[in-house]
């Protein structure tokens, strides 16, 4: 008797440690969801950039934020929906990585066999390897033919970078090519005797009722598909729509966040591939862990977490977007925008970072700014120089100081300290000036969503 009692207290002791871990869990999600929350509400009310599109942020299965911001259509005020259309830009890589893995393990081919073995014409086919093309070192130049309005057939679009020259010899460096990605589309259409929107559509989308989710082959535009802008500021400028299929394969999918929370949870539990095949998706095959590229996804770290994402931009047609795993924590982030510019895009994605993770952040409206001599500024102004050679120049203006990044973006920074400043319409993005033992400035860091930026003075 004393046993089974003993027995039905350490049961009981059991299931009360769970229970109150469940409890904290689901208490840590809701606070969770709460900031996130209100830091959005914040950020579009007290931000000059708003945030225009949609975002979904999960734990595991279970869903933290689901909300659209912002109009998909600002001329009839129709607004972002958790479930509207968006063109996903460059995270379209990753579908087109996953195909050819399922095409491997299918035994159709072998990522280490010569482009030449499947696809006729290219200069340089012997060379290039089907591995070279999913982790951008295979040489080749940035683009294909440049997206319009025409439609392009993906053999016109072939013919095109099978003349094209090579950067550097295949495997000896990175250099990021959607033309790579365009011809991983046509092997993947020679092997499988499918269209490319055919074989995702039937092999990706269906198994996963990513029911919204398209393959764009033309300039139309599709149900509950949000309009794409440039919006700065208070201007909303509609964007022509392109026709996307000159670019198939690096960039032509318009999905939603749900389906791209269907699509990440399937990548987690190997729905689409074998586990080995899903490492390969998500391992550095050029750099390292810190900074690497895996085959359709980007690996890096943020706060000491590995971070697995990839980021898209059809920036002449108005669309960026950006997916990110935490997967030692089981977060997934997915944003999604109908504006070309991505300040907004990749402030809040930082911040909401900082948020799940535990790290520091400004809310909105909150940074508390100091006064500084205008004679004082004087001392910041000057060229900077990252080690890649790529500048900005800090300049003074009407006793204020400002940066102006290469592409010409000009941003004035708000002084906390003597020595740290913050982006007036992106508070979170951080300046951090160097001295050396004279007190003369020697270069500054930057610093956005826990990415650090290091820049020389050189002037």
């Known amino acids: 008797m004393r046993l089974r009692k003993l027995f039905h207290l350490v049961v009981l002791s059991i299931l009360m440690v769970l229970i109150s871990y469940l409890m904290m869990a689901c208490m840590d999600s809701y606070d969770k969801t709460v900031e996130l929350k209100e830091f959005m509400i914040a950020y579009n009310e007290k931000c000059s950039y708003k945030y225009s599109g949609s975002i979904l942020v999960a734990k595991g299965d279970r869903i933290l934020l689901e909300e659209g911001y912002g109009m998909a259509d600002y001329k009839n005020a129709i607004p972002n929906q958790p479930n509207t259309l968006f063109a996903i830009g460059s995270i379209t890589k990753s579908f087109t990585a996953l195909a050819i893995m399922q095409l491997q393990e299918k035994g159709l081919i072998d990522v280490n066999d010569p482009i030449s073995k499947y696809l006729d014409g290219n200069r340089y086919g012997d060379e290039i390897?089907?591995?070279?093309?999913?982790?951008?070192?295979?040489?080749l130049p940035w683009d294909g033919k440049v997206q319009g309005e025409t439609y392009v057939p993906l053999e016109d679009n072939i013919n095109y970078i099978n003349k094209l020259f090579l950067m550097f010899q295949p495997g000896t460096s990175y250099g990021y090519s959607n033309a790579g990605y365009q011809l991983l589309?046509?092997?993947?259409?020679?092997?499988?005797?499918?269209?490319?929107?055919?074989?995702?559509?039937?092999?990706?989308?269906?198994?996963?009722?990513?029911?919204?989710?398209?393959?764009?082959?033309?300039?139309?535009?599709?149900?509950?598909?949000?309009?794409?802008?440039?919006?700065?500021?208070?201007?909303?400028?509609?964007?022509?729509?392109?026709?996307?299929?000159a670019i198939l394969g690096s960039g032509n999918i318009y999905s939603t966040v749900q389906d791209l929370f269907k699509y990440s949870r399937a990548l987690d539990s190997n729905q689409l591939l074998g586990e080995v095949s899903t490492n390969e998706l998500f391992k550095p095959h050029w750099g390292d862990l810190s900074n690497g590229y895996g085959y359709g996804w980007r690996i890096s770290e943020l706060y000491g977490h590995q971070m697995i994402s990839h980021g898209g931009s059809i920036g002449g047609g108005g669309y960026t977007s950006l997916m990110i795993k935490f997967p030692e924590n089981d977060y997934t982030l997915i944003f999604l925008t109908n504006n070309a510019d991505n300040n907004a895009l990749y402030e809040v994605s930082g911040v909401m970072s900082a948020i799940l993770l535990g790290e520091n952040y400004i809310f909105p409206g909150e940074l508390e700014v100091i006064n500084i001599n205008p004679d004082t500024l004087r001392k910041y102004t000057g060229t900077y120089v990252d080690e890649e050679g790529s500048g900005i120049v800090l300049y003074q203006q009407n006793d204020k100081l400002y940066v102006q990044h290469r592409d010409g973006a000009t941003y004035e920074l708000l002084p906390v300290s003597d020595i740290q400043f913050h982006y007036k319409e992106h508070e979170n993005t951080i300046f951090r000036f160097t001295i050396d033992i004279n007190e003369n400035i020697t270069g500054v860091e930057g610093s956005s969503g826990g990415v650090v930026y290091q820049w020389k003075r050189v002037n």
Request: glycine share 6%; with cysteine.
């Open 185 to 245: 589309a046509a092997i993947i259409e020679k092997v499988s005797g499918k269209s490319y929107n055919d074989y995702i559509e039937n092999n990706l989308f269906k198994p996963l009722s990513m029911a919204d989710s398209i393959c764009g082959n033309d300039a139309s535009y599709h149900a509950n598909q949000s309009i794409g802008y440039h919006i700065d500021l208070n201007k909303n400028e509609q964007l022509q729509i392109y026709n996307f299929s």
């Open 129 to 139: 390897t089907i591995h070279h093309l999913l982790t951008h070192t295979s040489g």
